[in-house]
């Protein structure tokens, strides 16, 4: 992977050496940092506020294939996956610690190439890295990412303020991360199977930046305070939207019914999906790595928000009793499922 | 290693019937924590302190052997490990998110053990755990901890503000948990070599218990504020006395001498390590894992710690120019060497 570029081996540089070698391009942007790297523990100032913080392990083999993700995208990514939870709260992200886990075949150059997606994706979103652990590993390439941020008590949507009536809002366009993972899958199988023939992903740009590069959607937390609106409820589409309907149903203690026809899909992965004989809708549904944002508003929110391109009205919430239902476009009725950690497996046989 | 027990597959009850399983033991006890898991990021409440945070990964095969590590140990240690860093600050310790990557070996009582021990260290140390992740892993168990804690701000201990002049303390004893590690792995290659033979630690207890299950001196952080001294400067001791005494001259800008014979060495550390032909202060300046306070208090607060049998003074604090200097029982002066990762690998040539 790394055969063609110059090599430093960390077990060379020690713990030490690496960690001044990968902080040293960390600079500091927001004023509750107090204190980042070098001690003990990060000190963070949140007068008035409240704290957020969020967690995610993101492992080799599990979360991402090294074949296919360049490791600054790998490093971007991690982030981002992280800072959709703090969006999720409606609060706003200001800290990262990282911790890293490095097997041996990883030089220097490929850790300084992870650390500085980490960095831009960093500085693109306002965020400080303030600590972290680095090891060695075994294990191939663990990344343990917190991010901390910051909310006004009232200002803090959880997944359990749904209420009858509410409309359930999506951000963005879903399915297109998991369509482009089967996408990246299949090249690589080619790639395996004949190292010539180079991947062809020619016109699949959006499908495949929507994998390896997601973009949390501070955005829309910005947009959701200049048009004063709360959502009720909300939280970040990581597993797939029917799993994140359900979380905010069941915390809620509602039902909902969710129309196809609404689900917004982009033509891209519409179209790739059905080139993968799979149905776009269960790639939506269970694809999960949308890192889109799922919340509830009350009815009387909806003329502020409908001139947004970027967030469709997907669905209504319920009386608990009505179940947690899709209408799909041909107006048959189905529940929803929840999909966890091998929703990727399944999918095939969920159509 | 989980033959003789009920086994429940983890790919069984999915990853959310796995979070329910270990999270509905979890209780909170601080008025910090708002709320805890369940939701996108824990809401934490530090009206009028410092946030202060700290995050640690602790892998298989490189941190831990499960050979020799009972998994309730573990849980407890990887809490320990955690809390220590905020007690180094000076700060209380009040929240912990817990990641876990398992892999297929482990069966949910597996999980429920180690989380037992991990419930067990935060109940002790009145810390709540607010969130974490879990996700299977092809690379043995994964542990990242991060610690929350907070502090008021003149209370807050950096690395960097020793003094000249300041006096050198440490907490408890050194090197024990090194040479309950050698006992450790001589005790396993024994087994392996003849299983019949079973592990012999008769004796041994404080040496073992201070390898499988440290306690972060939360106590001593208590005691400080009871004497009313602010320490200058502190750090804990997770790498040996000697690093962790450079990085507090280094960010200082200072040097320091310490004096061999004031290191603090159990008796059965001292012993134990002899049986292996380890020089004990080697053990104490190197082998890590000692999760101790290692601070600098001005020369006018001696008085009010010189009674207490829990800190020994071993040093003081000199110019930079006077570099940093270990006194041997002898007389001879000797340059203080760092170490990091690779300490125990080293640690027999450094005699």
Chains 1, 2 share one sequence.
Not at 101 to 118: D, T
Not at 273 to 294: H, K
Request: proline fraction near 3%.
């Amino acid at each position: 992977m790394f055969e063609n570029k110059e090599r430093t081996d960390i077990s060379e540089l020690g713990e030490f050496g690496l960690i001044d070698s990968i902080t040293r391009n960390i600079t500091i942007s927001n004023s509750s940092t107090k204190k980042g790297v070098g001690d003990d523990a990060a000190v963070l100032s949140f007068e008035g506020k409240k704290t957020l913080i969020s967690t995610d392990l993101l492992l080799e083999g599990i979360h991402f294939d090294l074949m296919f993700t360049p490791l600054k995208h790998l490093g971007y990514k991690a982030i981002q996956v992280n800072l959709s939870d703090i969006y999720a709260m409606n609060g706003m992200a200001t800290q990262v610690t990282v911790s890293l886990g490095l097997s041996s075949k990883f030089p220097l150059e490929a850790v300084e190439e992870l650390y500085e997606g980490m960095l831009i994706a960093c500085k693109k979103y306002g965020v400080d890295i303030v600590g972290g652990d680095t090891s060695s590993s075994r294990q191939g390439l663990v990344i343990s990412v917190t991010s901390i941020g910051y909310a006004d008590e009232e200002e803090i949507c959880y997944r359990s303020g749904a209420e009858e009536g509410d409309l359930i809002c999506v951000s963005g366009d879903l399915g297109a991360s998991y369509v482009g993972l089967q996408l990246l899958e299949l090249e690589k199988k080619i790639f395996i199977e004949n190292p010539s023939i180079q991947p062809d992903l020619e016109g699949k740009d959006y499908i495949v930046e929507r994998q390896l590069k997601p973009e949390a959607r501070k955005d829309i937390v910005e947009m959701l305070k200049e048009f004063s609106i709360k959502p009720t409820a909300m939280i970040d589409v990581s597993d797939g939207l029917s799993s994140e309907v359900m979380h905010l149903c069941k915390q809620s203690d509602k039902g909902c019914k969710l129309y196809e026809e609404k689900i917004p899909i982009d033509p891209m992965t519409y179209e790739t999906a059905r080139e993968f004989n799979l149905d776009p809708t269960v790639c939506a549904l269970s694809g999960g790595e949308d890192y889109e944002l799922l919340f509830t508003i009350k009815q009387a929110d909806y003329d502020k928000i409908k001139g947004s391109a970027d967030v469709s009205v997907i669905g209504y919430i319920t009386e608990p009793s009505a179940g947690m239902e899709l209408i799909s476009k041909s107006g048959r009725v189905h529940p929803l499922k929840a999909q966890g950690w091998n929703a990727f497996n399944k999918i095939s046989g969920e159509n």
